[in-house]
């Protein structure tokens, strides 16, 4: 398995926020005949090595520059001595705007926090496999330790980051002096737990075709939380849903203008003002999509849908023309170019 769920465990409902064992800890069975050892093996052995092993298994080149190792060796019944485990989660951050989390195991010891101190933990995980037993301040140089462990690598592109030509189209379309993403802050994944946990009873409640009290829990989460665009964006997606549209787009409005760099608030705004037959209204949308996300073909197909609605046909087929070429382009957009 890749994951597991928190099932309630340290207040998470589901996986991706933390970083617990209960979401981290999953198995991992190898069968190959004649050449792994039945029974179970020491170590901790990690998601990147998976790829490295079955590549030894097959009897391929190793991958170049990889964190993962085989497990090959241990899996024939040798001796072999696993690196720590590291774990990260930019969810939070992206989200919520809260630092990103990430998890550093190293024999017996398992740090979780953030570039902080507030919040951060440090657990003896064999003698205390349900990390409640918090052992930060009195193994304190230890923690040091691993949190630097944990951080001593490279950082991923943010994933909120948009690039300079696209803050200065976001900027031409009226959303001058934003940054473009959720402004992150030091503020620990954890603290925004209560709010986590009842969006995803929102969600689940709309899977559960209970949409008037979904919509109702949303709408009072996001006048609670008006400065998360998550909460904004998911109440929007439910006004949609149940046929409010004036209300949708006023909450994909807030969802933006606190997010601008987010390609898929101003998509769904966009194509909910071309269902209420508001296609000029839409244009400006379609563009800041491209400007984030230049390679989403089908918000060229749409922005050149729209045009047509308007009869700017020459602008329309010069929207199109690009989607036309893409080799991935799909049958709405071969059919919207041939119309």
Do not use: C
Not at 121 to 136: C, G, K, S, V, Y
């Amino acid at each position: 398995g890749d994951h597991g769920e928190g099932l309630g465990d340290h207040g998470e409902p589901d996986h991706g926020l933390m970083l617990f064992d209960s979401t981290l800890l999953v198995p991992m069975w190898w069968w190959a005949p004649g050449r792994v050892t039945p029974g179970p093996r020491d170590g901790l052995p990690r998601l990147v090595d998976v790829a490295p092993t079955l590549l030894e298994l097959a009897g391929a080149e190793p991958l170049p520059g990889v964190d993962g190792q085989s497990l090959l060796a241990g899996l024939e019944g040798q001796p072999q001595q696993l690196p720590p485990a590291y774990a990260e989660t930019y969810y939070g951050q992206a989200a919520y705007g809260a630092a990103a989390l990430k998890s550093w195991r190293e024999g017996d010891w398992k740090w979780i926090g953030t570039d902080g101190a507030e919040g951060n933990a440090l657990f003896q995980w064999r003698e205390n496999p349900a990390e409640t037993d918090n052992r930060i301040s009195t193994e304190s140089t230890r923690a040091d330790a691993l949190q630097l462990s944990a951080w001593d690598r490279p950082e991923p592109p943010s994933a909120g980051a948009v690039s300079g030509e696209a803050l200065r189209t976001l900027a031409s379309l009226g959303y001058v002096g934003q940054s473009g993403s959720v402004a992150s802050s030091n503020r620990h994944p954890a603290e925004f737990l209560p709010t986590h946990a009842e969006l995803v009873a929102i969600q689940e409640l709309d899977r559960g075709r209970s949409l008037p009290e979904a919509v109702s829990r949303a709408r009072a989460l996001a006048a609670a939380s008006p400065e998360l665009p998550f909460v904004q964006y998911v109440l929007a997606e439910l006004l949609v849903q149940s046929g409010a549209g004036a209300e949708a787009e006023a909450a994909y409005l807030r969802t933006i203008a606190l997010n601008p760099g987010d390609a898929q608030s101003h998509y769904r705004l966009a194509e909910l003002r071309m269902g209420l037959g508001r296609d000029a209204d839409a244009i400006a949308h379609w563009d800041a999509v491209l400007a984030i996300d230049p390679v989403r073909t089908m918000a060229r197909t749409n922005k050149a849908v729209a045009l047509a609605n308007l009869e700017r046909w020459a602008e329309a087929w010069a929207a199109i023309e690009p989607a036309l070429a893409d080799p991935s382009a799909d049958a709405g957009t071969l059919e919207a170019g041939a119309a």
